[in-house]
């Protein structure tokens, strides 16, 4: 009977234990991201790195809204887009990228009913003092490091002009406008004309189509003007795959699109078809867009960071906010770990450089620099 006693006691034991980790692997396992993302119009790799997260963990994990194409003016489907994935009980945290104009308001909504998620902040395009109070990882490419490296890296290619495409709403943000100015510096320290150009925004009146049209028909004119040793540069996602189109024809040079990367632009403006098998291989993509450019006769005129930075906000980011939900680290400024998954995502070191400006330091806002490969 003792015997008995002990072999039941042994098996409710063992029952209850199962029991206790079945359903802490449920509740470990009821967790969901939500991904905010522009339009394939704005910017297609950021939203393929969503899609490529979605397809990875499941919509059972994973939720993925976009920014409407004309932000600016319907920012209350912004807002109702956050709070719309912030309503999913099991949703742990929000990956935004690019954060855009309205993405602020957004989180404050959020915020109303939901302060226990981890945000993830990645391209915002709202003042630093605004963004940094509501994200916990603010990311972004370093733009005052690109002020000198965009223009040197000109210079490497043969530029003797440098062109900048802007508009007002971008030139509004402190950082855009303290990269041009740093560009101009730059520009006259290494010998270089500087020429700022403004262009159509596209979410104005002439919408993405105008903004574009007009990037096609002023490269040729600026290469007329100053000859095919004029490197360009815009500002705007939308207007990369026109600036290279146009620079591709005219023979002229291009060190890098907005948000460096080899899948932002190259590939559409190229007429490149990435098969099923190779989407994701960067060096695929690299190879392709170096052999393409060697038959247009533009090898050595063109460049971009090996890595797509905005895609690796996206799927680094989720992994570092999913690392967080598992109780792997409870700081939520953790750059080694961030680097770390950086590195896992492109194979190569990002130099990270916490955020000053105005003498002010914010503890989670960093910028990313990355070296640039030439085709």
């Not at 994973?62 to 209350?76: G, L, S, V, W, Y």
């Not at 095919?228 to 591709?248: E, H, M, R, Y």
């Amino acid at each position: 009977m003792n015997h008995y006693r002990k072999s039941l006691l042994l098996v409710l034991t063992v029952v209850f234990v199962l029991t206790l980790m079945t359903f802490s692997a449920v509740g470990q396992d009821k967790w969901k991201i939500g991904i905010m993302t522009t339009t394939v119009t704005q910017n297609e790799e950021e939203y393929r790195a969503a899609q490529h997260v979605l397809a990875k963990y499941g919509p059972e994990h994973i939720i993925h809204m976009t920014f409407p194409d004309k932000f600016m003016d319907e920012q209350e489907t912004s807002i109702a887009n956050l709070v719309s994935m912030a309503s999913d009980p099991d949703l742990k945290g929000l990956v935004i990228c690019q954060a855009v104009p309205g993405t602020a308001p957004g989180i404050d909504a959020v915020k109303e009913f939901r302060d226990d998620l981890f945000i993830f902040i990645g391209q915002p395009q709202e003042d630093p003092p605004v963004i940094s109070a509501r994200g916990d990882i603010v990311m972004q490419m370093d733009e005052m490091g690109m002020g000198v490296g965009i223009p040197t890296q000109a210079k490497n290619l043969g530029a003797k002009v440098l062109v900048h495409y802007s508009f007002p709403r971008h030139m509004s943000y402190p950082l855009l406008s303290g990269r041009r100015e740093l560009m101009k510096e730059t520009c006259a320290r290494l010998g270089l004309e500087f020429v700022d150009a403004t262009s159509p925004d596209p979410t104005g009146d002439a919408g993405t189509t105008g903004s574009q049209q007009f990037i096609l028909e002023d490269v040729p004119r600026m290469v007329e003007k100053y000859g095919k040793d004029t490197c360009f540069f815009s500002t705007n996602c939308s207007q990369q795959i026109p600036l290279i189109s146009a620079v591709v024809a005219t023979g002229a040079l291009y060190a890098q699109p907005c948000c460096p990367s080899p899948y932002h632009g190259f590939p559409s403006a190229l007429g490149m078809e990435i098969p099923e098998d190779k989407m994701g291989d960067l060096q695929y993509a690299i190879d392709e867009i170096t052999k393409i450019m060697a038959e247009k006769g533009m090898t050595g005129r063109t460049s971009t960071w090996p890595v797509p930075v905005a895609m690796m906000f996206i799927e680094a980011g989720t992994e570092y906010v999913k690392d967080w939900i598992d109780g792997k680290f409870t700081e939520k400024v953790n750059i080694p770990l961030l680097k770390e998954k950086f590195f896992e995502y492109s194979g190569v070191d990002a130099k990270l450089t916490q955020l000053e400006e105005g003498g002010v330091k914010y503890d989670n806002y960093y910028g990313i620099l990355v070296d640039h490969i030439t085709f």
